[in-house]
Structures are given as C-alpha cells and as structure tokens.
C-alpha cells in the first residue's frame, strides 16, 4: 500500500514557476514508477511526466522543455519544477505510483491532488 500526499500548488502569473511535491508513504515506494497526471475545467485527466525507479522519464509534449520530474528515493518524494508556466497549464495535479506509462489506467495509487493556477 502506498499513500500520496501533494504539496505545492497555487496561483502564479504566466512565465511563472512553481515545484510540486509528491510524499509517498509505504515501504515499496522504490518498486513502482511515479507519475504526474492533471485535470483542468472541463477536460479529461491528461498524463504529465512519469519517472521510473531507474531513472527513465517521459513528457508529455505539451510540457516538455518546461516542467522537470525528479524524484528522491531517500525522502520517498518525487517532484515536478514547472517553468514558463502557461494559463492552460492551469489544473489539478495529481501524483501517482505504478507502472511506468503515460496511461492512467497503468496506475496503481493516486494522490488527492493540488490546484495550480497560472493567470494572465
């Protein structure tokens, strides 16, 4: 059993940055891959950034070259610096632990989420 715990989130202005941090709880942290995931008004859950135990990481397009994933095994913590932050980036942020993939569907735990909003 692992329990997510977000911190971080908030309002911004767009060009703006903000890091976002996933606490996990449970002794098999390091067996599963890390995810971010967000919703925003309206839309369907859309995948973010995953990171594996090893190392690998994927992007969504849509972030990539802004937000870094990166997670720190000894604090059981994985995080996500978002830069040139846009008003569409604005959502609720998820964190999750499973399989490393960019489909919700491959996860097996979920964090409640935390709302970062980027004005104009």
């Known amino acids: 059993q692992v329990q997510l715990v977000e911190s971080g989130g908030g309002l911004v202005q767009a060009g703006g940055s903000l890091r976002l941090s996933c606490a996990a709880s449970?002794?098999?942290?390091?067996?599963?891959?890390m995810g971010w995931f967000r919703r925003s008004p309206g839309k369907e859950r859309e995948f973010v950034a995953a990171?594996?135990?090893?190392?690998?990481?994927y992007y969504a397009d849509s972030v990539k070259g802004r937000f870094t994933i990166s997670r720190d095994s000894a604090k059981n913590t994985v995080y996500l610096q978002m830069n040139s932050l846009k008003p569409e980036d604005t959502a609720v942020y998820s964190c999750?632990?499973?399989?490393?993939?960019?489909?919700?569907?491959?996860?097996?735990?979920w964090g409640k989420g935390t709302l970062v909003t980027v004005s104009s």
């Open positions: 999750a632990a499973g399989g490393l993939s960019n489909n919700e569907r491959a996860m097996d735990y």
């Open positions: 449970g002794h098999t942290f390091s067996s599963y891959a």
């Open positions: 990171i594996s135990w090893s190392g690998v990481i």
